[in-house]
T-cell receptor, first 113, second 113 residues
Framework: DTGVSQDPRHKITKRGQNVTFRCDPI?????LYWYRQTLGQGPEFLTY????????KSRLLSDRFSAERPKGSFSTLEIQRTEQGDSAMYLC???????????FGEGSRLTVL | QQQVKQSPQSLIVQKGGISIINCAYE??????FPWYQQFPGKGPALLIA?????SEKKEGRFTISFNKSAKQFSLHIMDSQPGDSATYFC????????????FGSGTRLLVRP
């Protein structure tokens, strides 16, 4: 499968714990995006990378959130001290650096108890 | 000004009928307008997209109509099928070098057999 891969698909955690999600983009794509999707809503932009550089962060990305793409390949999204409001689907997408299709993974669903 | 407003929230259509979903935007810098289809438990997948230099684009049963002066665009699904039952999101690309997408809130389509 050469699509965007996300892991884990589901994560249940207790409030206050840290969680980390991983995204493996399509190998030829040098752009990688993270989005958050809550039930019944469209995906909301969180951040994006071109190669290893994080070029933009949404104000939705509080200080408890950090994203990295250390070698310009896979990316991780860490949420520290999780809150119930963090419960959502976290979607990763990748693309070429031009206006066009974003290819999404199947997402990592986070439930904070 | 960055918002994309989508309607209706939900839509029920008989098999063989026409499904119509509408979106409106304010930011005239938007320069790429895709529609994404999302099935439960899956990430969004590109269905069809249009750029503002054309007023209509058709791919099979799916057509985008674009009205630049009204800042509106719509998705028409002809001969709707039960397999089209999914959530549809309109989106717009910001028009800067980020190429990030701003999504509408989604339309849940149910096609009855």
């Amino acid at each position: 499968d050469t699509g965007v891969s996300q892991d884990p698909r589901h994560k249940i955690t207790k409030r206050g714990q840290n969680v980390t999600f991983r995204c493996d983009p399509i190998s030829e794509h040098n752009r990688l995006y993270w989005y958050r999707q809550t039930l019944g809503q469209g995906p909301e932009f969180l951040t994006y990378f071109q190669n290893e550089a994080q070029l933009e962060k949404s104000r939705l990305l509080s200080d408890r959130f950090s994203a990295e793409r250390p070698k310009g390949s896979f990316s991780t999204l860490e949420i520290q001290r999780t809150e119930q409001g963090d419960s959502a689907m976290y979607l990763c997408a990748s693309s070429f650096p031009s206006p066009g299709e974003l290819f999404f993974g199947e997402g990592s669903r986070l439930t904070v108890l | 000004q960055q918002q994309v407003k989508q309607s209706p929230q939900s839509l029920i259509v008989q098999k063989g009928g026409i499904s119509i979903i509408n979106c409106a935007y304010e930011n005239t810098a938007f320069d790429y307008f895709p529609w994404y289809q999302q099935f439960p438990g899956k990430g969004p997948a590109l269905l069809i997209a249009i750029r503002p230099d054309v007023s209509e684009k058709k791919e099979g049963r799916f057509t985008i109509s674009f009205n630049k002066s009204a800042k509106q665009f719509s998705l028409h699904i002809m001969d709707s099928q039960p397999g089209d039952s999914a959530t549809y999101f309109c989106a717009a690309s910001v028009g800067d070098s980020s190429y990030k997408l701003i999504f509408g809130s989604g339309t849940r389509l149910l096609v009855r057999p």
